[in-house]
């Protein structure tokens, strides 16, 4: 079945720097793939996502790229800010399909 | 915030008991996926209902089931509760399968 690997687990950055979360699948069918941020205690929000069709996609600080190839997405977020804190979790789907599968999350803390 | 919806907040059962978990989707949308978040972990596909149907199931013994409504919300029923069922289950809603938006979530905790 459909295997999605998330790395890192966790990252630490200063305010300000940048942020990278990469995100692995096994599925070359997939081309949904979403991320959310989970702050503690409150439900998954989803922050941006891209489809296959796309290899970048920008929304002021927060960038998804895909590497259709190689089956890896990213999640970029620069000038990272505290209330970035949270954990992150990528998601791969098949349109039509009906299935969601999570990454393991990254939990990212931004120390100020 | 997304207008989907989930009831009750909290819940403790004990080994054993059953449970019902409730969902309204957001408006518009026909489509309501259930997940099991463990403690530190992504969550778990459970099922999916698609206009009253259920559309998809992920590995889940029998005694996880559930159903739609007319107007798209939704139940989770647990049976035989055990003490690993203790989660956050989360329900998504989408208007077919696509971009899902979460629910707050029901806290379960199984003594």
């Known amino acids: 079945g459909e295997n999605v690997e998330q790395h890192p687990s966790t990252l630490s950055v200063q305010e300000g720097d940048s942020a990278v979360i990469k995100c692995t699948y096994s599925d070359s069918a997939s081309n949904y793939f979403p991320w959310y941020k989970q702050e503690l205690g409150k439900r998954p929000q989803l922050i941006i996502d891209i489809r296959s069709n796309v290899g970048e996609k920008k929304d002021q600080r927060i960038a998804v790229t895909l590497n259709k190839t190689a089956k890896h997405f990213s999640l970029h977020i620069t000038e990272t800010q505290p209330e970035d804190s949270a954990v992150y979790f990528c998601?791969?789907?098949?349109?039509?399909?009906?299935?969601?599968?999570f990454g393991t999350g990254t939990r990212l803390k931004v120390l100020a | 915030e997304t207008g989907v919806t989930q009831s009750p907040t909290h819940l403790i059962k004990t080994r054993g008991q059953q449970v019902t978990l409730r969902c309204s989707s957001q408006s518009g949308h026909n489509t309501v996926s259930w997940y099991q978040q463990a403690l530190g972990q992504g969550p778990q596909f459970i099922f999916q209902?698609?206009?009253?149907?259920?559309?998809g199931r992920g590995n889940f013994p029998p005694r996880f089931s559930g159903l739609q409504f007319p107007n798209y919300s939704s139940e989770l029923n647990v049976n035989a509760l055990e003490l690993d069922d203790s989660a956050l289950y989360l329900c998504a809603s989408s208007l077919d399968v696509d971009e899902q938006y979460f629910g707050p979530g029901t806290r379960l905790t199984v003594t």
């Open positions: 209902y698609y206009r009253e149907e259920e559309n």
């Open positions: 998601a791969v789907t098949t349109s039509g399909t009906y299935k969601y599968i």
